[in-house]
């Protein structure tokens, strides 16, 4: 199991919980399991189901409510407001 946090700023998923790396921001949080996720670039949104390294497990929930489950790299995700 691994711990991954976000910029309470920007909103990015971070590895490293000393400063974004985007932003430069300095108030991060941990990713809890059942955070509300967007995967940058599509409008596709998830919950937080497992972290491992710098990989997240995400409950995906299509459309037409179908519900699978995707993995993505730390830096393709956001946080939902
Ligand atoms: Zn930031």
Redo the contacts with the bound molecule.
Sequence with gaps: MGKLYY?T????VLTSNEK?Q????ESLKELDYGTPVNIIGSKLKGKVLKIQENVVRIIVRDDSNNKFIKEYEAEKLRKVL
Excluded: H, S, V
Aim: one cysteine or more; proline letters at 0%; a positive charge.
């Design positions: 910029c700023e920007c909103k990015r974004c985007y932003c430069n921001g």
